[in-house]
């Protein structure tokens, strides 16, 4: 179940993620690793108390150490200001408006998504490529979280069981192993 | 109340003040408009557990500040582009207790005894403020051994031919070399280079009561988990144990309050966004090159030169696809530098005279990798192709780069001032940088870039480009004018004459003798090297001078 998106916008979502980073030779795409709940968690993200803005630190435990990056940092009021502006945008709330009106995520990608309609998920691959192509705006705004839902931390929601990092052999928070001295200098 | 110091900035200079001023027996509070990430706010003698290497919140969403929502920039190359062309993040050091230490990967190389007498050692440039300091390297030696005990620096004395002379070897052996390094170093010496170990504060071995560093790689842009690295950590955190100094974190310095020629105290907002005032013998003023200026200005302080001479470093990246994996993420991020840029030789007085100019400098060269799948993966397009780049990854794991600090240098019309219309969140104008490279910079970078060049090809690279920051049309790759250096140098000039400096030369503002500059806005030239170091020891210089107390020399921080 998502949390912020609507069930007929996340299978939009999906679809796109599917595209912009398919599966290839055996390897996950964007669709398999869940890069569409690391959107719809941050979309969603003051669903969660607290928010779901910043990982906890120092450690995930996926190297030793407690598992801590899923106990998120508490937000300030200016930080919860900052990030209900850029998620939900200003809504002619005043404090929010302070050098002008922005338009927030949420808005975005809710307008976005309309726009390629539930028809999208039916296209075969080769129009779904051309839609987005006509959609240069749209696909960077979620090429860019798609990335991040990629190769970001599972804490975030997607990425999922570090199947992204997985993928590409790349190790992810390796605190507080590190490397040894060894492993930095030869070949 | 009224406290002996206040501190304004809790970075590398705040904190080096803040040192020295509550060794001497001062009562000093430290306001800091960023949160507090870095000291254990129960126990604040002890650093806290929140950084991590969490790609996510630390490259995309502010965890160190500043917000740009919140506190943004503007940024122009003149006044030609109107009130300005960007508002957002511009030059943004981090805003946080530790202020630039905490994202720093902790490269603090001294500067050469050249670069204090810049104008008597290479005569002056077309459009340009080249100047003398009004100190010499040998007054601020001690101060650099006292800042690399005190931070905890690992590198090898001796093993820059170029280095200034230091009256002790450093307090730590260097770490273990990236894989990377050690091949980028093999081939600039066999093309004449001397590449040495980056002198570097992380620890190399256990130091001041921190761990060495385990090269976990979350090391540039990242606050490290571990504290291995020293800077600002060490002096807060010894600071804090002396009983005398309060941290203020999400407060927010608006104005120094002045009356008959001297600083009375600060006006500031705190995190319940009430105003308050506070009264205080001194003022130190350490919000970096950027903000320092800036309160000034809020302050009504007036002096013609206040925001002038910004300086960033004029960045020339070179990089370079290896057939072979690099494994870049391991490791302090840069482990090897080279000099030869900055020192000069028959090639580069050639290309100065074909530029037409009497002299140019380059910079410090750092020779490092690329670490981050997510940057990594917004550069490649969408599509079938991502993942096979991904995986095959020429822009990360097989990517080596080499990134020159080059030396800017100064020019009046380069300068911070208040933006016009655009506010933070307090209601305060925002920081308007004008900054354009000129002909010095881009000569430099053209020359010093092609034979960069040619050191990634002698290490083996299948492809190579130049690019530089801020963009540069003439090499072709440089796209943002914004320049991306966070060396922000030069706003309040030191010098003797107060009508051609904003400080003097113990950093205190001209007929304001009890407000002290404690950050790079002092730096009269910018050189081609970090000002990490060189901020510290001038910053500690600034405020024994303001104590009247002598350099102690200490241990570990």
């Known amino acids: 179940m998502p949390v912020w998106l609507s069930d007929d916008e996340y299978r939009i979502l ?12 055996g390897r996950p795409g964007a669709l398999e690793v869940g890069a569409a709940d690391y959107v719809d968690r941050l979309l969603g993200a003051f669903e969660f108390d607290p928010p779901l803005v910043w990982a906890g630190g120092p450690t995930s435990g996926r190297m030793g150490g407690d598992p801590r990056f899923g106990s998120f940092h508490r937000l300030t009021a200016l930080d919860e200001l900052a990030w209900r502006t850029r998620i939900e945008g200003s809504q002619g709330i005043a404090e929010r408006e302070f050098n002008g009106p922005v338009v927030g995520l949420q808005q975005r990608y ?4 309309a726009e390629l309609g539930t028809g999208f998920c039916e296209l075969d691959p080769p129009d779904q490529d051309e839609r987005l192509g006509e959609l240069p705006a749209l696909v960077e705004l979620i090429y860019g979280h798609v990335c991040e839902g990629m190769y970001g931390a599972p804490e975030y929601g997607g990425n999922r069981h570090g199947a992204g990092w997985a993928s590409i052999g790349f190790a992810g928070d390796v605190q507080p ?4 001295d060894a492993e930095v200098s030869e070949p | 109340m009224t406290v002996d110091a206040v501190v304004v900035g809790s970075g590398p200079g705040g904190s080096a003040a803040a040192d020295v001023l509550t060794r001497a027996g001062w009562s000093v509070v430290i306001f800091e408009k960023g949160r507090n990430h870095l000291l254990d706010p129960a126990e604040p003698t002890r650093p806290a557990a929140d950084y991590s290497n969490d790609e996510i919140k630390f490259m995309f969403r502010h965890f160190l500040g500043p917000d740009p929502f919140l506190e943004p920039r503007t940024f122009r190359t003149g006044p030609e582009d109107g009130e300005h062309s960007h508002v957002g993040e511009v030059n943004s050091i981090p805003s946080t207790v530790g202020g630039g230490g905490t994202h720093a990967d902790g490269k603090v190389p001294r500067f050469r005894e050249d670069d204090f007498r810049l104008l008597s050692t290479f005569g002056p440039q077309p459009e340009a403020a080249v100047a003398d ?3 010499t390297y040998d007054e601020l030696e001690p101060y650099y051994a006292e800042a690399e005990r005190a931070i905890g620096v690992a590198g090898v004395a001796g093993a820059n031919p170029f280095a200034a002379w230091r009256s002790g070897p450093y307090p730590m052996p260097p770490g273990a070399p990236m894989y990377g390094a050690t091949r980028s170093a093999a081939a600039a010496e066999k093309l004449g280079l001397h590449p040495y170990p980056a002198p570097t504060a992380a620890n190399s071995v256990p130091y001041g009561g921190r761990p060495a560093c385990n090269n976990c790689g979350f090391c540039s842009f990242f606050g490290c988990p571990i504290h291995a690295k020293g800077d600002p950590v060490a002096l807060l955190t010894r600071v804090m144990a002396t009983g005398r100094a309060e941290l203020l974190p999400e407060t927010f310095v608006s104005r120094i309050k002045t009356a008959g020629g001297r600083a009375t105290g600060v006006d500031f907002v705190g995190p319940d966004g009430v105003e308050r005032s506070m009264d205080a013998r001194h003022v130190v003023v350490a919000g970096g090159a950027v903000e320092t200026p800036r309160l000034l200005l809020l302050s009504g302080i007036e002096h013609p030169l206040i925001g002038r001479h910004l300086m960033v470093h004029f960045q020339t990246i070179v990089v370079g696809t290896m057939a072979e994996r690099l494994h870049s993420q391991r490791g302090r991020a840069v482990t090897h530098v080279h000099d030869d840029a900055i020192v000069g030789d028959e090639a580069s007085r050639r290309a100065a005279r074909e530029a037409g100019l009497p002299w140019l400098r380059g910079g410090m060269v750092e020779h490092g990798g690329a670490s981050l799948p997510i940057v990594e993966a917004k550069i490649y397009p969408w599509g079938e192709a991502h993942q096979s780049l991904m995986a095959d990854s020429p822009l990360r794991e097989r990517l080596w780069a080499f990134i020159m600090q080059g030396e800017d240098l100064a020019y009046p019309d380069n300068r911070v001032d208040l933006d016009p219309t655009v506010r933070d969140v307090r209601g305060f104008p925002v920081a308007r940088v004008t900054y354009r490279g000129r002909r010095h910079e881009l000569a430099a970078s053209a020359h010093h870039g092609e034979r960069l060049q040619a050191v990634m090809n002698e290490m083996g690279a299948t492809w190579t480009a130049v690019t530089t920051s801020p963009g540069a049309q003439h090499l072709g790759g440089g796209t943002s004018p914004l320049p991306e250096s966070r060396h922000v140098i030069g706003t309040t000039r030191m010098g003797s004459d107060p009508a051609t400096s904003v400080v003097d030369p113990w950093c205190r503002v001209h007929g304001l003798e009890n ?22 020891a001038l ?17 570990p921080g």
């Open chain 1, 14 to 25: 999906e679809s796109v993620c599917a595209r912009l980073v398919p599966a290839v030779d």
């Open chain 2, 133 to 135: 300091w009004p100190i």
């Open chain 2, 515 to 536: 407000v002290v500059v404690a950050d790079s806005s002092v730096f009269v030239t910018s050189t081609g090297y970090g000002p990490t170091l060189t901020l510290v």
């Open chain 1, 177 to 180: 192993r590190g490397w040894t």
């Open chain 1, 110 to 113: 809710r307008e976005g998504l």
């Open chain 2, 539 to 555: 910053a500690a210089r600034a405020a024994a001078g303001l104590a009247g107390t002598t350099l102690a020399v200490t241990g």
